[in-house]
């Protein structure tokens, strides 16, 4: 255990999926994942009790992962079946998608083949405001806005790579293709850049190797039915047992 106190206090920032309170450390924040889905950029919206768990468990029991490789992680450990800590970061304005095989957006805005495997890993970033709907942006423009710096950039990108094959590895032998994923990135008080904010079936695509299911957020964008079933088959592989 950390010894911080993690009694719940101030709020600091209610998000989407996630509210963020103080604790006695500052240098440490606790996460409470919450039970919305919300997709299309916040336009449409759910609650479904028991999502804030799910994605908790999974997102604690991947970020575990991570961390046992070595990957600079803003996570400390899991709480309860809700909260985690984290360490406080300044959240860089940037999203960070990697696609192993085309769907999504990449289809709708570049014509692209559904479901075609990419040669590489595709790397893309996107401005991240809200209200001007996440555009997708260059390395350029996070240079030139000051987002990121050239260091950054570098250290994102490596990072990100990494985590792809990671992930790969982890969820190949559950059954699971990692289509694609989404990650965002800090600084702490020292500078340092970790790797932020959650990896769940929020922010990945899943689908089930042997019958292309999908097992992810797209459940819920497409109204595929049987969302939280999606969730809990995912952390049923992860965990080994029954969630
Ligand atoms: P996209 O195909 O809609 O661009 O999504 C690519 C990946 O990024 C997919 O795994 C879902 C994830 N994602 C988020 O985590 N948050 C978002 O706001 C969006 C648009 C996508
Ligand atoms: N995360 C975004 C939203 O909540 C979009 C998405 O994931 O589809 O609106």
């Given amino acids: 255990m950390s010894g911080v106190k993690y009694a719940r206090s101030e709020m600091?920032?209610?998000?989407?999926?996630?509210?963020?309170?103080a604790t006695?450390?500052?240098?440490?924040?606790?996460?409470?994942?919450?039970?919305?889905?919300?997709?299309?950029?916040?336009?449409?919206?759910?609650?479904?009790?028991?999502?804030?768990?799910?994605?908790?468990?999974?997102?604690?029991?991947?970020?575990?992962?991570?961390?046992?490789?070595?990957?600079?992680?803003h996570f400390i450990e899991r709480v309860d079946e809700l909260r985690q800590l984290a360490v406080r970061v300044r959240i860089l304005p940037l999203e960070v998608v990697v696609r192993n095989i085309t769907t999504g957006s990449i289809v709708k805005r570049l014509g692209a083949e559904e479901g075609r495997r990419l040669p590489r890993p595709l790397?893309?970033?996107?401005?991240?405001?809200?209200a001007l709907g996440d555009p997708i942006v260059?390395?350029?423009?996070?240079?030139?806005?000051?987002?990121?710096?050239?260091?950054?950039?570098?250290?994102?990108?490596?990072?990100?790579?990494?985590?792809?094959?990671?992930?790969k590895d982890l969820f190949a032998p559950l059954g699971v293709v990692l289509v694609d994923f989404k990650l965002e990135f800090g600084r702490d008080s020292r500078g340092a850049l970790l790797l932020a904010d959650e990896i769940s079936p929020d922010t990945c695509r899943f689908w089930d190797s042997s019958t292309g299911d999908r097992l992810d957020k797209d459940r819920f964008r497409k109204d595929l039915g049987d969302v939280l079933g999606a969730y809990e088959e995912i952390w049923r592989r992860l965990s080994g047992r029954d969630g």
């Fill in 12 to 21: 600091l920032y209610e998000g989407k999926a996630k509210r963020l309170y």
């Fill in 123 to 130: 790397l893309e970033l996107y401005y991240k405001d809200d």
């Fill in 24 to 73: 006695d450390d500052p240098e440490v924040v606790l996460v409470e994942y919450k039970d919305s889905f919300t997709a299309f950029n916040g336009e449409k919206r759910a609650e479904m009790s028991g999502k804030g768990r799910l994605n908790n468990l999974i997102s604690s029991r991947i970020f575990e992962y991570l961390a046992k490789n070595d990957v600079p992680l």
């Fill in 138 to 167: 260059t390395e350029d423009h996070a240079l030139i806005f000051g987002w990121a710096s050239e260091e950054d950039l570098s250290e994102i990108k490596g990072i990100t790579l990494r985590v792809n094959g990671l992930l």
